[in-house]
């Protein structure tokens, strides 16, 4: 293979996982805490990049830097306005209801808010680069990449996994939702407020989602059914890590980010099939996921 086939497929590779990785691990947050596979978590993805497209839109006119506070003001906007509305009311009354029920429930949001996304903003797709053209390229062994994706994507991964450790293992409020993940019973029992651990999980969950579909919007056209893609393709990198393995969801995210570039440059026809070829190999030899532990639940 040509070295700057390989030099771009890497680059490829990792700014990918980037965006896979924010999405994943917020899916990861709320099913660690909540217990509740969120099906509707794509349909968040999407509407953080639809919404970060429309604010970018409207304020490149004043100044093109203002862009980057839209992205995350859009996935600020979306985690607390429809990750807060869809906690509190619509998975709080089925807490501690049959898995099926929730699971139910979240598919059902799902396909409300992929047809609501089609009412206002139609099928036609958007475009919305400006925040990829205000950085300048850079040149990595002999190849030039946008600095966008292959610095800023990364660092903002990075940061939110550090983000993340840092807020769950050395803050009061991570260790209540430790607790509250851990025993849920006796968490309460003690005078922890639970539900309100929840909400604010699944605000920082659908966040996390948001801001992955915000900063994906300058570099690809947004088109309906993109947050069924990156939907089945963060339960893959999930699943691979083990639900509810923040650090685990991190290296699954690269694994399976590279595996899909490489496969995109020599194999095209295998990029759909290979994320989900490294799961299904990985939970036939570890069925909780290559960082996954049995009984003990860790988030």
Known sequence: MDSTIIILAAMDGVAYA?????VSVGLSLIFGVLRIVNVAHGSLYAYGAYVAASLALAVSGISPWLTYPALIVASILVGVLIGG?????????????EEVLQLLITFAVFMIMDNVQRLIWGVQPISMAVPLTLLPNVEIFG???????????????LLALAGLRYFLRYTL??????AVTEDREAATAIGIDAKRVFLITFIVGASLAALGGALASPTTSLLPGMGTEMIVLSFAVAATAGLGQIEGTAVAA??????????IYTYPEFEVLVPYLIMVLVLLIRPQGLFGVNRVRKI
Not at 18 to 22: G, K, M, S
Request: net charge positive; proline share 4%; hydrophobic share 65%.
């Open 18 to 22: 980037a965006l896979v990785f924010l």
């Open 85 to 97: 509305a869809m906690e509190y009311f619509l998975l709080r009354p089925v807490y501690g209801r």
């Open 143 to 157: 190849v030039n990449y946008t600095s966008y994706q292959v610095i800023l994507l990364p660092a903002v991964a």
């Open 254 to 263: 690269l694994m399976i980010g590279l595996a899909r570039a490489f496969a």
């Open 173 to 178: 409020s991570g260790a209540v939702i430790l």
